[in-house]
């Protein structure tokens, strides 16, 4: 194991740096040294300071103490501009685009190239062209962005890094929504920039990725350095250890039980997305179905479809056997049905409000005071419960959702549905961007609520999680379901042959 090592090759280092939130302390002495042309991979577990270095490193935020150096001199990055202007880049998780305007607009947005005092629309589409072309993006600059999947969107960002010659690139979980071919592509970018000499922070929890990238990994615990590893040191097992403190020896624990009835039955369902293919299939009670497929092949669209966000164009829906009519997710919550969304901060919390508001959000009109009051002791109760059974950090029912980590927001979005304890659970990505001590967690209480008899589908694009949690997998194919696998047929391969639409 290695220490953070600043030397003269170091472009940028970052020395004690330590940030203060209110009730959390973020960073405390934090270094870093990141090298010219380098992929240096950030890990730790949600809550571990990533996102906080990495702001403070992109100009977003302002350490408490410490200092940062560029080429070995001091700098002040005290706002993005600043960070832009000496060519540090940051590709935030959460999409940063403007969805009403084209993709040449959105490279280029605050930089556009005038003529004539005049935004020159031509050149725009012009300049767009070949930074599209080296992410392998295949779509026209005119393209609206609200009009592409989030897969690609996410390429629109990082073209909208490249656009500014950035010679440091910090990406937050830049593959989080990529298909495989995508993520392919953008590593392929990633090598490219290297041997221009760019550097590439590359922060993620898939370790497979980083196993693959990185020439160093530094690691991040409760805020602080864990440790380094250096090219030949970087395994799954050290990555793991670094992050956590502790060897994660069965990180998928399956209990053994018995599949009950159907708590779901789909039958020649319809999605408005791919009106031509016709659905099939069902959910048993305690049973965890697993829904695999690649970036489009229908499997959000089929989630929201069953919650009634999306009407059907034809099809039949039983849940526990009686016949319902998905007209709004309110008869879907009403059917016992619950949706962890794929977008958390955008459609699963309110991060403006509390923990426990958030937590009793579901269940609000169900408890409240003469049907019209909110019932505050109740709020508080069952907050505290959700708080503990969840492992929400920190416990504190009045903490703003904004200012907890992804897997502590994910975990508020369980809770709310929790609170109207459903018979049937639709998870679409519920461990995208959270660390792996989290992800253990949540793998967990699938696993508690299977063995209560919860029937539950879930959506991933983790292979190692489809094949570790499924007691069955659906894999779609262009809006179709194109085959199950079970039991000794379940492996990497099959699903993969499956998802690209070859023979069973």
């Known amino acids: 194991m290695l220490l953070p090592s600043p030397s ?35 890990i730790g577990e949600n809550g571990a300071g990533k996102s906080t270095l990495m702001k403070i490193l992109a100009g977003v935020a302002t350490p408490d103490s410490g200092e940062i150096l560029l080429e070995g001199q001091p700098i002040q990055l005290g706002s993005v501009r600043a960070a832009l202007e000496l060519g540090i880049a940051l590709i935030h998780q959460e999409l940063n685009l403007s969805d009403n305007l084209d993709v040449a607009a959105n490279i280029f947005l605050g930089r556009e190239p005038r003529r004539f005092g005049l935004i020159d629309h031509r050149r725009l589409q012009v300049e767009a062209r070949p930074l599209l072309d080296q992410i392998g993006l295949d779509c026209s600059p005119r393209t609206i962005v609200s009009q592409l999947s989030i897969g690609r969107q996410q390429m629109v960002e990082i073209a909208k890094a490249l656009s500014i010659q950035a010679r440091i690139l910090i990406m ?72 956590v403190g502790r060897d994660l020896s069965q990180f998928y624990v399956r ?13 020649g369902l319809c999605t ?27 499997r959000t669209e089929l989630l929201r479809t069953l ?12 849940v526990a056997g009686a016949m319902v009519d998905l007209r709004h997710p309110k008869d879907a919550i009403r059917a016992g ?19 426990g508001e958030n937590v009793s959000l579901a269940g609000l009109k169900r408890e409240a005071r003469a049907g019209w009051f909110v019932n505050r002791p109740g709020e508080k109760r069952f907050a505290d419960e959700m708080i503990g059974k969840l492992n929400i950090k920190p416990p504190n029912p009045r903490q703003f959702a904004q200012f907890l980590s992804g897997g502590n927001q994910q975990k508020v979005v369980l809770g709310k549905w929790l609170a109207l304890r459903p018979r049937l659970l639709l998870l679409d990505e519920p461990t995208r961007g959270i660390d792996i001590g989290a992800k253990q967690e949540i793998y967990r209480l699938m696993e508690d609520l299977a063995a209560d008899g919860v029937g539950i589908l879930f959506v ?3 292979m190692a999680e489809i094949l570790g949690m499924s007691d069955r997998v659906l ?30």
Do not use: C, W
């Open 307 to 318: 919650f009634g966000i999306d009407r059907p164009v034809r099809g039949l829906i039983r």
């Open 272 to 298: 408005a997305a791919h009106p031509r293919h016709r659905l099939t299939f069902s959910v048993r009670a305690g049973e965890i179905l697993g829904l695999a497929g690649l970036v489009g092949a229908g």
């Open 460 to 462: 991933s694009s983790e």
């Open 8 to 42: 003269a090759q170091s472009l940028l280092e970052a020395r004690n740096l330590s940030k203060h939130f209110p009730g959390v302390r973020a960073l405390h002495n934090v270094g870093l040294a990141l090298h010219r042309g380098e992929v240096l991979a950030v």
């Open 172 to 243: 937050d979980e830049p593959t989080s929504s990529l298909s495989q071919r995508e993520t392919g592509q953008l590593f392929k970018v990633i090598k490219d920039l290297q041997t221009r000499g760019v550097s590439v922070v590359y922060i993620s929890h898939r370790l497979g990725e980083v196993r693959e990238i990185a020439d160093r990994v530094a690691v991040l615990r409760d805020g602080e350095n864990a440790g380094e590893l250096a090219r030949a040191e970087i395994t799954h097992d050290n990555m793991v250890r670094l992050m």
């Open 255 to 267: 209990a053994p039980r018995e599949a009950r009835g159907p708590v779901l039955a789909v039958e």
């Open 475 to 504: 894999v779609m194919h262009e809006g179709r379901i194109h085959g199950e696998l079970r039991g000794a047929e379940l492996s990497e391969e099959a699903v993969m042959r499956l998802a690209t639409g070859g023979a069973h």
């Open 337 to 355: 049905m619950a949706l962890v969304p794929e977008d958390r901060k955008e459609q699963g919390i309110i991060l403006e409000m509390a923990v």
